[in-house]
């Protein structure tokens, strides 16, 4: 379990920040949503959620999958899935240009096959903790797609 406390306004900072470095990026096949229900609409009016990382990820081989973010709401691609987006979009700040993009439901799948396996990470935040799990990369690598695929 992390001992750190993660402040949420810094979170979002950071988040807003990643979303607009990610739009200047692939802007001309992506329209910014207000990110209640998704971050971005593609060309055909899917939804794409896009989760940023900012560890450093050559320091470990795995994906933090968030399962529960407030305490029992889901979280991560589930959330997705619950908002109706397509895609789920993975990245890390300190290598923008590789992005892993996940069908939604295809990732939910594969996610609950593994995750048994994998181990639980709890993230305490001011007023609730996040669950989620550390999954290897190399188990979900095969369902990736790169934004040009879905652009």
Excluded at 34 to 52: A, H, N, P, V
Aim: aromatic share 12%; net charge negative.
């Amino acid at each position: 379990m992390s001992r750190k406390v993660h402040n949420f306004k810094d979170s979002l900072a950071k988040g807003k920040k990643a979303e607009a470095e990610f739009l200047a990026r692939f802007g001309e096949g992506l329209e910014q949503t207000d990110g209640r229900r998704g971050d971005f609409k593609l060309k055909d009016g899917s939804i794409l959620e896009l989760k940023t990382d900012f560890y450093d990820p050559t320091k470990t081989p795995n994906f933090f999958m968030e399962r529960y973010s407030y305490d029992d709401k889901p979280g991560g691609c589930w959330q997705a899935k619950e908002h109706g987006a397509k895609y789920y979009a993975y990245t890390f700040a300190v290598q923008p240009d590789t992005v892993y993009v996940f069908e939604v439901e295809t990732l939910l799948e594969r996610l609950e096959e593994v995750i048994p396996k994998c181990r639980q990470f709890n993230v305490r935040n001011v007023g609730h903790t996040t669950v989620g799990f550390l999954v290897p990369r190399d188990l979900l690598l095969d369902l990736a797609k790169s934004m040009e695929d879905i652009l």
